[in-house]
């Protein structure tokens, strides 16, 4: 994904850059690199930070590649330290990603398995990077989703269709719709988008939406045999 796209994505007022081309240095943050140096407590081999971003005391740092490997991640945790070292107390989010395409992936806290967000698959705004640290809300989701999920559970149940069948059933659901909404960059459900999820299923027949979740459970199956 284009830079300009990041940043217009996650919020270009929140762009907090220090040098000309929009880059963020931490050498210059900190005045001098021994000052840096002092901080972090070792010679860092990266200082140069693509884009950061920042709001109240939540910070996004993006780095970008071509395509990125499991070894850039070792060039974002520096990032990581440096910006720990001379900004404490903030809550970060950790972007990597392609300039090639529009994978990416995304840490809260530190840059690890245990705290990889695997639930994110869009790149989002500040906003809703700043609600990743309000735990209630998360959590009220989370509810949320349980219990539409039990919903359409019981609902399948009391017309005599199969447990094993019922779970598949529901699985393909919330992955079809997983699909749609990043599909349309939907990353919350307000009014608007209910109307606009509405139009778009309202104009599918009946065929349509079959054909869709044989493609999800075949390329689902797809998956599974090549992890096998």
Known sequence: MKRVFIINRIGGQYLTSNVENGEY???KEAGSKEKLIRALGY???HIFLDMRFENKNVVVLVETKQNFTKKDENQLREYLDEEKALHRGEKIICILANTTNEKFKIWKHEI????F???EIILDTMEHYEKLFNETNKQNDREKVLKNTYSLNESLHKKDIDEKLRSQFVGTTLLYIKNVLCAKGINQITEDTRKELKEYWGGLSEKQIRMVFKILLKNFSMVL????
């Open 225 to 228: 045999i090549i992890k096998r």
């Open 43 to 45: 010679e860092p081999e």
């Open 112 to 115: 690890d398995d245990e705290h």
């Open 25 to 27: 240095s931490y050498v």
């Open 117 to 119: 967000l695997n639930d």
